[in-house]
């Protein structure tokens, strides 16, 4: 079986000597149909395929005033539709760059708190003006033209007129000669490719690069600051309290994840104290420092009893025993709250041994629950 080339603008394989298929194919050989012009077997396709012309309003004098200037409007809007575009490839990939730094908290400036609505804004004026510019050109520059046509099969005739139709609603669109337009849409195709494809790295892209939910800021050396940034030395505290405490880098103490308690155990708990395994070492003299962040929901837990020597989540009720290594004992938390270790440095000043060596936050499916 023989195949022929049916792409618009092909002769469809009426160039080709062939069996017949019916219909017209039966006054018409492929040499007759191969030697027509595209003009004449566009009409001939019409005439056969029952099309009836009811109107036909051309479009605008090729070079007038008139048509120059829809040109440059279309032109403009496309130009307009492909900045926009590039705006939102300059603003995603700026950011941190040339342009400040996004990171959004409760407190964020300005520029965080517009920078997802200006990418919203600038990909929905991208794809506005592009069907702007597409509704202007098919109302501005296309003639129009109605016409009725009776359903019927498709045939070898079929295809050589309906490619030469097709090939004509090319030609007749006026792209070929329109030069600023083609140049725009050109410059708006980037634009949009640019627009779409930016996003779908944040897809592609592993989320768990370097263990985001496994690591904080925390690190060996370093120090542990007060909320209002002042170091803390052992003997700043009394027996028996407590003092949120953030890493020294910087946005430390604007670090959900690494809001930590320093706990100064009474000479009792120090007594009754029993670590968990492989964890003696981790507290310094009579100071234990654990996480705030609650292993049930993720609430802050900082309320502390030091007469029961324990921890309370105001959320939902869970408690931790600050003297078992912060092991549950009531409610719906399943996992104790991640200890730091910690250290003195030189100057006298409590610092992190190292990260928590567990996850903090919420337990999720994979974490073994201790």
């Not at 400040?100 to 920078?115: A, C, H, M, R």
């Not at 669109?173 to 640019?194: Q, V």
Request: charge should be negative; proline fraction near 7%.
């Amino acid at each position: 079986m023989t195949t022929h080339d049916t792409r618009p603008g092909s002769t469809g394989g009426a160039d080709t000597a062939g069996p017949l298929h019916g219909g017209p194919d039966d006054e018409y050989t492929p040499e007759q149909l191969a030697a027509m012009p595209r003009e004449d077997l566009d009409r001939l396709g019409a005439r056969y395929d029952g099309v009836e012309v009811l109107h036909v309003e051309p479009g605008p004098e090729p070079g007038s005033a008139l048509e120059r200037r829809y040109v440059r409007q279309i032109g403009a809007v496309f130009a307009l539709a492909g900045l926009a575009a590039f705006g939102f490839v300059v603003v995603y990939l700026g950011s941190g760059w040339f342009l400040p730094d996004w990171e959004w908290t409760i407190d964020s400036g300005t520029w965080s708190t517009l920078f997802t609505p200006l990418l919203g804004a600038l990909m929905g004026l991208s794809l506005i003006l592009v069907g702007l510019g597409m509704v202007l050109y098919a109302r501005k520059l296309l003639p129009h033209e109605t016409a009725v046509q009776d359903k019927h099969d498709g045939s070898h005739f079929d295809r050589v007129t309906t490619g030469a139709t097709l090939v004509g609603g090319l030609h007749n669109s006026g792209l070929a000669r329109r030069k600023l337009i083609t140049r725009s849409l050109a410059f708006m195709g980037g634009g949009l490719g640019l627009m779409l494809l930016l996003p779908l790295g944040g897809m592609i892209k592993n989320p768990n690069t370097g263990n985001p939910l496994g690591r904080t800021s925390w690190a060996e050396g370093v120090r542990l600051l007060r909320d209002d940034g002042t170091p803390i030395r052992p003997g700043d505290q009394v027996a028996g309290s407590l003092e949120t405490v953030f890493p020294a880098v910087p946005g430390g103490n604007r670090q959900a994840d690494a809001a930590t308690m320093l706990i100064r155990l009474r000479p009792e708990q120090v007594a009754e104290s029993d670590p968990r395994a492989g964890q003696a070492d981790f507290g310094y003299g009579d100071y234990v420092a654990y996480s705030k962040i609650c292993t049930h929901a993720g609430c802050p837990v900082s309320l502390y009893e030091q007469e029961t020597s324990r921890i309370l989540c105001p959320c939902h009720q869970s408690q931790f025993d600050v003297t078992q290594g912060a092991k549950p004992v009531f409610g719906p938390a399943t996992r104790s709250l991640p200890q730091l270790p910690l250290a003195v440095d030189d100057e006298g000043y409590f610092v992190a041994r190292s990260d928590y060596i567990e996850a903090v936050g919420p337990t999720y499916w994979n974490r073994e629950r201790i």
